[in-house]
């Protein structure tokens, strides 16, 4: 376990101590001591700081994962939310904010800890398709998308950022059709999300605005703090959340929304995630006669809420991640 703060690194063993089955096996107070004990101890799963001194976390991370691939969950001040998602670019399969480890948040850390500790790595790096390129060329600016146009609906959550990363990759910045995606995420982190799509992705990415005119080319990611749908006049809508629902951002509220507008061209894509979040969502599009399509098992981090939505039978197409891309470019030109 990783931290530069001995105030947090005794916080959190005492709640990974506090739960049966799980054992602390080590510490480390910077980043290369952080690779001899994980290549010593070689443990199930490492909590990682970002901001350690001598080594930074992005630096450690990367080393580690080159000499022995393990599940990493990347630990992060609000302030460093920008390296958070380059940790995801290095191989942390997950992120979290510092202030979310406390007590009264034991109960999610743990969560994380048991399913990410279950990953096998290299395979899910095989499954993705991890792969170092060439930065993304971006288009010219695109033409505003007409109502008659089509529309895709992302819903995701626990190994979604990497999914939704691998897929806008292999996309053209003249894809035609605006991409709308729900990404469970801690407040303020959005931004920082937004900013690693875009200088990986050909696509032009931003966090939605409220009244923003649905583009060809352009992908609006729900900013966390608000519930997001759109209208049948393409205009991205924001709300206040609905604090009663246990998953924020609600997939569910985006996808309901792209079925009642845009019906039969309505494309929804549910990646991995945990819960069931974005189900019923699915069944609203496929209800409208809109196309569903889920991320198989074998290339989930976890195959939670996707899993749930093919269980249900609202499924129309289940993918691996590398086929998903070709899928929607199928999806949004057809007839």
Known sequence: MVDDSRTMRGVMRAILESEPGITVVGEAAGGMEAIARVLELKPDIVTMDLDMPVLGGLEAIERIIAQHPVPILAVTALAGVHAAFAAVSRGALDVMEKKDIGPENAQKLLQKIRLLANVDVNAHYVAIGRQKGAP????????PQPARGRVVAIAASTGGPQAIQYILSQLTATFPAPIVITQHIAEGFTRG??????????LTVVVAGHGDLLT?????????????RVTSQGRVMLAERD???????????????V??????RGVGLILSGMGDDGVLGM???RKA???????????????????VAVERGFIDRLLPLSDIPAELLVRVTAG
């Open 136 to 143: 993304p060329v971006k288009g010219g600016t695109p033409r």
């Open 193 to 202: 999300m937004v900013d690693w799509l875009n200088c990986t992705t050909p």
């Open 216 to 228: 060809a080319g352009h992908v609006y990611v729900n900013p966390a703090e608000h519930a997001m």
């Open 243 to 257: 604090t009663r629902l246990l998953y924020n951002p609600s997939c569910n509220t985006l996808l309901d929304a």
């Open 259 to 264: 079925a009642a507008a845009y019906r039969e």
């Open 283 to 285: 069944q609203s599009i």
């Open 289 to 307: 006669g809109g196309v569903t399509i889920a991320q198989d098992a074998k290339s989930s981090l976890i195959f939670g809420m996707n899993g």
